[in-house]
């Protein structure tokens, strides 16, 4: 498979993942934790679309910091309100089981839904997809 096919099928996988966080609370039972981790997924998944579409793979990693500071290495140009996505890494790991943390706020939600569309549109601009 071509870095680019390789890249654009990554891409897709993110979508996915944004359009399942942002489908929201439809049910008592679905936590803010749970929409968080799949809007952090789909800003790890662009991410690594990028990544792949760059150096042809990626590191298999969930922490988006890394992720930006590797494509910065690469003298890809990471805009301000990509950056922002790094807070999203909280959401793979430190929320997504039971445990000592603050729950999530429809706030917070919210930010991490548009931070991860941003990442998304920011992507898919550079691999010239819809």
Known sequence: MKKIDAARSWLKRAKSSHAHSRAGVSSKDILFEDLCYDAQQAAEKALKALCIA?????PRTHDISY?????????????????KA????????QTRYPGDYEPVTKKEYKEAVNIAGEVIKWVSKLLKQP
């Open 86 to 93: 790094k807070g999203l890494t909280l959401y793979a790991v």
């Open 54 to 58: 760059v150096t042809g793979t990626y």
């Open 67 to 83: 992720l930006i500071d590797l494509l910065e290495k690469k003298k890809i140009k990471i805009p301000a309100k990509i950056k």
